[in-house]
């Protein structure tokens, strides 16, 4: 599929080094000086015509919703917020006691905050008006509050995933659900919190991706990874292949073109899939690779939700220059029916990505059987 020509991101001067796949040098300190979260949204706040402060309000209570789940995360193991909740979410799946807890404390900064008139939540079975008579918020937000819940108790990498839309200008009375489904090209910003090793969050307004990590010492988050650009290509992919052999015949191709042994294009290449979508999706996006979860027999629109999960992570990827496909077309512009509706996703590095369509296409390449014969 043809690559989207992008807008440069504009970090300010005072801000460090470019990041790329390729590598970075020192983080959130330049020069002696440090950009915290909320300095570098007042910047772009009073570069943006019309800009009224309300969005840098909204970005600022996700900020504070996932320090709290952040210092929650830190003491799993030692106070009683790891295990099930002993309910089960609209999914299907059992709801983990950190995912209500990340739920309610996104839902109360919001709430608190009066910018957002609508959220959805993975953890919700329906969308959650903040006023039910009239709502001077005019913004929407669709989460995945603990992406990678079932990794809580083993200590592995989960995240925040967040969507904004913006309601129509002329919008009055309770906000409905129809407001919220959009296509993905129309979400007005987008970002995922990451729990690991660091806290990190990653957010893009459509021009440019910036990341910021936690400082714990003085409880900000500092910006480490400005202008953030995926690399062309990479050698990782990410896919659970236990599922193998209910996908279809050009993903399974792809599959083995990437395993097989060929010097000239550095195959084969490795898999790395941690199950935590934000976990694998950060790692790929820093250091080149594909991320797929496609359509199978078992769940044959895939697994991925399209509105908070697929949609915010293909603005990012797009705006790092990478590609997020539904293996037949672009994800931003499919059009929504319901707010917990799924889509196949490949997502990552444009070259993987093109590569990967190219197969599910029925395209193959003359070198697709290279270094397997004998195999």
């Known amino acids: 599929m043809p690559r989207m020509e992008l807008p440069p991101a504009h970090p300010s001067p005072a801000s460090v080094n470019v990041h790329t796949g390729a590598g970075r040098q020192s983080a959130a300190v330049t020069g002696g ?6 300095q570098f949204i007042i910047e772009q706040q009073d570069v943006t015509a019309g800009s009224t402060g309300q969005f840098s309000r909204l970005l600022r209570d996700i900020s504070v919703a996932a320090k709290i789940v952040n210092r929650d995360v830190r003491k799993a193991g030692l106070v009683d917020i790891m295990g099930d909740s002993g309910d089960i979410n609209v999914q299907g799946e059992i709801q983990k006691k950190l995912d209500v807890l990340a739920h309610e404390e996104f839902v109360r900064a919001m709430r608190r905050g009066g910018e957002v008139c609508l959220i959805g939540s993975e953890e919700h079975a329906e969308a959650i008006p ?6 001077s918020g005019k913004y929407i937000v669709l989460m995945d509050p603990l992406d990678g819940s079932s990794n809580v108790d083993v200590n592995v990498s989960i995240g925040t995933i967040f969507s904004i839309y913006k309601t129509p200008d002329d919008q009055t009375g309770p906000a409905s659900l129809e407001l919220a489904l959009q296509p993905g090209r129309d979400q007005v910003a987008a970002g995922y919190v990451l729990y690991g090793s660091s806290c990190m969050l990653v957010y893009t307004t459509g021009n440019g991706v910036n990341g910021f990590t936690l400082d714990p010492s003085i409880g900000e988050f500092l910006l480490s ?10 050698k990782m992919y990410s896919i659970n292949e236990g599922n193998y052999n209910s996908w279809a015949e050009g993903l399974k191709r792809y599959i083995k073109w990437m395993q097989a042994d060929d010097p000239a294009t550095r195959r084969p290449y490795t898999t790395r899939y941690i199950g935590s979508f934000v976990a694998d999706f950060h790692r790929n996006l820093i250091k080149g690779g594909i991320y797929i979860y ?26 790092a220059g990478g590609i997020a496909s539904t293996g037949n077309g672009r994800i931003l512009d499919v059009e929504p029916r319901a707010l917990h509706q799924r889509c196949p996703v490949f997502i990552g590095s444009p070259r993987m990505v093109e590569m990967a369509d190219a197969f599910l296409r029925g395209e193959y390449p003359a070198d697709e059987f290279a270094g397997t014969q004998g195999a």
């Open 33 to 38: 000086a440090f950009k915290t979260l909320e």
């Open 130 to 135: 903040m006023r039910m008579d009239d709502c």
């Open 225 to 234: 990874h400005p202008n953030i650009r995926t690399p062309e290509t990479g």
């Open 294 to 319: 496609p359509a199978n027999r078992r769940d044959p629109e895939g697994k991925l939700r399209l509105m908070y999960e697929a949609n915010p992570m293909a603005f990012i990827i797009e705006q």
